[in-house]
């Protein structure tokens, strides 16, 4: 596994629009993250002038920077999307398969193709589909029908791939219609290095592939969506049962919401060529942070190193602002060009391909992923049960 270092250059910081608002409140039986709290760097030691201001023998030393922390995933990539400062890049444009990160695009392209009150009917072989892949699922039976809005919580919290699955065959049709207007959006988004195979990641009949920098900046566009960030900043959801479904309790399994200040989502993945992989997104001082970790050895060293990223970027940012520049890592990926347009980042085209043979399924070892519809009575109609069901084929 590639444990390289981690070099530091300098970024030049471009001005962008200010933060979007954080949008729509989650729904009443939404239980969110906590609210975001503002998180600097430990302030620099006294000094007699400040930072800047000329001294007995002239003007002052800047503050030393704090290095990198260690990241030893695959590839690597934080940027602070309000300045365009590129604060780590590591192996970012290398072409890699990103497991159910792929599911962010599967939101995204619904969110374009579905109204969130429009009701699915899961089929069995949308069940079918997670069991025979051995994949993380949203404990959906055949004969259930759940509003588009309920299966896009079930296919981002517990990484469902019988709600992903359900959603594709709806709205491609079919998954290989699916999969073509995911690859159309990806190409129209400027995500270069990306292709998808399926809705879900799944590295059967073949995986698609993408690159740290490409996720982070469809994390970017995606939260632009306050339904989307409402989703996926949500630590647990709950539907209660009805005649058209059973009782479901969905938890997500970023085990950085609702524990780290800020962090509004988005997406974690798993399988054995990808290895555990993490989209992550953290508002901190007026800054929006957007990371990616990609061929992680171990889940929860994942979890970690992106809580000690958004620590120390955000102390980089509190550094850096009314600076001239900001510090960035890595000299695979650019200075965050039109950042405030697009959420680009000044990404390399083509800077090779990682390819990998799995024969596991999606999050297959992620721990706490599967998650067992909770046993509920009562409660009223979902939003969205009395629209036309769609997909109600065999």
């Not at 309000?82 to 890049?89: A, E, I, K, N, P």
């Not at 469902?160 to 998954?175: C, E, I, K, S």
């Not at 479904?245 to 200040?261: D, F, K, S, Y």
Request: a positive charge.
């Amino acid at each position: 596994m590639y444990t390289g270092g981690i070099r530091l250059t300098a970024c030049a910081a471009l001005a962008c629009p200010a933060l979007l608002a954080a949008g729509l409140a989650a729904p009443a039986h939404a239980v969110p993250a906590a609210a975001p709290r503002t998180l600097t760097g430990p302030s620099p030691a006294a000094a007699p002038f400040p930072s800047g201001a000329a001294g007995p023998s002239g003007p002052a030393a800047p503050a030393a920077r704090r290095e990198a922390p260690a990241v030893h995933a695959r590839a690597g990539y934080l940027v602070d999307a309000t300045t365009g400062v590129v604060h780590l890049g590591k192996r970012a444009t290398v072409r890699m398969p990103v497991a159910s990160l792929t599911k962010v695009m599967t939101a995204y392209v619904v969110r374009r193709e579905a109204r969130l009150t429009d009701v699915v009917r899961i089929t069995a072989g949308d069940v079918g589909h997670a069991r025979r892949n051995d994949a993380t699922d949203a404990s959906l039976r055949a004969g259930e029908r759940l509003t588009v809005r309920d299966l896009l919580y079930g296919a981002m919290l517990p990484s469902g791939a019988d709600a992903t699955h359900a959603l594709a065959r709806v709205y491609g049709p079919g998954q290989a219609g699916f999969t073509a207007k995911m690859n159309a959006a990806a190409r129209s988004l400027g995500l270069a290095d990306t292709a998808y195979a399926n809705a879900d990641g799944l590295p059967r009949p073949r995986g698609g592939y993408s690159t740290a920098a490409d996720q982070a900046k469809l994390a970017g566009i995606v939260l632009r969506d306050p339904v989307l960030r409402t989703v996926v900043s949500t630590r647990r959801y709950v539907l209660r049962k009805t005649g058209a479904h059973r009782a479901h309790t969905w938890t997500n399994t970023n085990e950085l919401i609702g524990e780290v200040p800020g962090v509004l989502g988005v997406k974690t993945g798993y399988t054995r060529a990808a290895g555990y992989c993490l989209s992550f997104t953290a508002d901190r001082a007026g800054h929006r942070l957007i990371g990616v970790l990609l061929g992680e050895s171990r889940s929860a060293r994942r979890f970690r190193t992106a809580e000690r990223l958004l620590e120390w970027a955000a102390a980089e940012a509190a550094h850096g602002d009314g600076t001239d520049a900001g510090a960035g890592a890595g000299a695979d990926t650019g200075a965050g060009a039109d950042m405030g347009a697009d959420m680009g980042m000044g990404m390399d085209d083509g800077a090779g391909t990682e390819t990998g043979t799995d024969t596991g399924g999606d999050d297959a070892a992620e721990p706490g992923a599967r998650v067992e519809s909770a046993a509920r009575t009562g409660g009223g109609p979902i939003r969205g049960t009395a629209a036309p069901v769609r997909g109600a084929g065999p």
